[in-house]
């Protein structure tokens, strides 16, 4: 029988992507069991209007811009087509049904773990999908206490990442007050946003 490709998706605004990022997508496609790992760039709600927040295509411009030519490394806007508000559980069931030979991963960050319980039909994610969860700095244990969720047979949680206390409000409001984000995004990254003059005013 054909070994579906297995695919972690990593959901998030990316506003912008930054290389704590980078960072965790990279470490998660070279955990044995993926084969590549997908920046899922997450619409603005149509019902909130966020200034902050860049247009859908320069983020998802940006992630491309972020991965460069890394082939384990791929960016996704699978959601700027599917209903408004996009649910975990709807893009995953979307992405199983588009790509049949696919088998999918949730990229979970471990402060989301203690509401997982009330994500629309977690239920189906859980029984469904594998979930990889990583580390978040500054989250104390009690925040993460949900048993079911961490001792559950299709969440594997990773200890041994690298973890940066980089945020991407933190990189916004160094560029708001002109100060350099040089080294807390790649290159290109670092040039698109300079020539774009984004998030300056």
Not at 8 to 22: D, K, R
Not at 123 to 151: F, G, H, S, T
Request: aromatic share 12%.
């Amino acid at each position: 029988m054909h070994k579906k490709k297995q695919i972690a998706l990593f959901f998030g605004s990316f506003n912008p992507i930054h290389i704590g990022h980078l960072i965790i997508g990279n470490h998660i496609a070279n955990e044995p069991e993926i084969d590549e790992c997908w920046y899922v760039v997450s619409p603005q709600n149509p019902f909130k209007e966020k200034k902050s927040l860049l247009k859908d295509y320069h983020r998802l411009q940006l992630v491309r811009e972020a991965i460069e030519n890394n082939i384990l490394l791929k960016a996704s806007d699978i959601e700027f087509n599917l209903p408004q508000p996009s649910y975990t559980v709807d893009t995953l069931i979307h992405l199983t049904e588009k790509y049949p030979n696919y088998h999918f991963t949730l990229i979970m960050g471990e402060d989301n773990i203690k509401s997982f319980h009330k994500w629309k039909n977690y239920e189906i994610i859980l029984r469904d999908y594998n979930i990889i969860v990583y580390p978040r700095m500054n989250v104390a244990q009690e925040q993460v206490a949900n048993k079911e969720i961490i001792n559950h047979k299709n969440v594997k949680v990773l200890k041994d990442i690298p973890l940066m206390n980089i945020s991407a409000s933190y990189i916004r409001n160094q560029l708001k007050e002109g100060k350099s984000i040089e080294y807390l995004v790649s290159p290109p990254v670092f040039k698109y946003l300079d020539e774009m003059n984004f998030y300056k005013n």
